[in-house]
């Protein structure tokens, strides 16, 4: 792909640079060429190792060899060197393959019984250099194809203070990074600027899509701090990697680590990936379906005394079916087992605790949270999981999302049984506000492991409700 820089004949600046390919068929050209990368980088790695560790005086079987080899690969993976970095360094990769041989190598030595040290030192020597002669071979591939402008991210700025226009002007007279710069975001203009002004907070979403921006970097400028929350889950929520230049970042506060990369001066931290962007939330869809699903089975029993129970103790359905808003504002219908005499408000009324409309059977199952449970179906079907933000009723949800700071981010994710709110007691008549910010803080740090430690507390935040008689 060729570009070009535009200069102002007055200013002789540079305006801006011009792409003469499509942005779509850029993004899907970077697309290819990551997986291209990645994969060349698994490959090689893949044969160097196997130079290193199949050979004849190997005291270890060819299978030991390779689960070796595989063990190694994957702590690689772990250790994110195969993620395709904006400024990749054989030298900065040195050290983490060192670890990711000699670990899984020594454990294995011990297991197995393997070759004299010595040996092993020689395998692991000859593995480490012709790995490190592959990522040299790829990394200046990589850097040949950015320098000549044939493949790059297209890359928001924002904040067009000194910092950003510092940053872009470095990342228009360098495309070694990989890092096409196309727009400032800001509400104010900067003589000084390389780039024109996009627009502001507001506009975002319509500019990461007009642009088709697939990597942003907050460098401040006029931006309220109150607007960076907004814009950087707007950008998650569009797959628009982001990265942060760190304040006095001048005096070394910058940190340091795999998520830090250099360019040309300027460290660019890389923001964790959200819940809904990482490998594991797959992982997260498959327990719900194995769990309800067994949970259902066995309280099958249970289930269909209160069901019956239910049916017997005043005219109406078995199950109260309600609208629900979940995941991305879709509206969804969930079921719980009939705690009142049918009536038409239920979806405008907030608070049913005294109402005296509740059935005898309806009292109990409502203090034990039983009235819950057939919701199991609404996680086997999809509609929800296990652990989530509680879901809302759409009349409420219309008021909360305008009234509530950060109310309508927590329908990133998929609405929950139980959740962070509710183990911390949030629930009923309790601040919307707190809420928010738990369902919040629940997705920001989301992992398989905390859904599993809500999921052991719910049990005694159930107990406690049924104590209090709510």
Known sequence: ?????????ATGREARVIAHIPARRVARVNRWFIVAATSSLIVGDLGSLSVGF????SSMSSLQDALVILAIIAAAAAAGLYRLRISPSVVRDAGPIVVCLAVPAAIAAL???????ERLMQRLALSFALILAVRAVVFFLIKVLRSRRSLADRTLIIGAGSVGAGLARVLVDHPEFGLNPV?????FDDADLPLPILGNVGNLDSILAKHSIRRAVIAFGATREPDMVKIVRTCDRASVDIHVLPRLF????SGKGRDVEDVWGYPLVRLRRAALRSQAWGMKRLFDIAASGTILLLISPLYAAIALAVRLSSPGPVYLRQQ??????HVVEILKFRSMRENNDSDTQWSVSDDDRITGIGKIIRKTSLDELPQLWNVLKGDMSLVGPRPERPFFVDQFKVSVPGYADRHRVPVGMTGLSQINGLRGDTSIDERARMDNAYIENWSLWTDLEILAKTFSAVIRHARKGC
């Open 1 to 9: 792909m060729a570009l070009e820089l535009r200069y102002e004949p």
């Open 183 to 187: 727009g400032v975001l800001d509400s």
């Open 54 to 57: 199949f050979t004849p005086e």
């Open 250 to 253: 001048e005096l070394g506060f």
């Open 111 to 117: 297991a197995f019984g393997g070759p004299r040290p």
């Open 324 to 329: 629900r808003i979940g995941q991305r504002g």
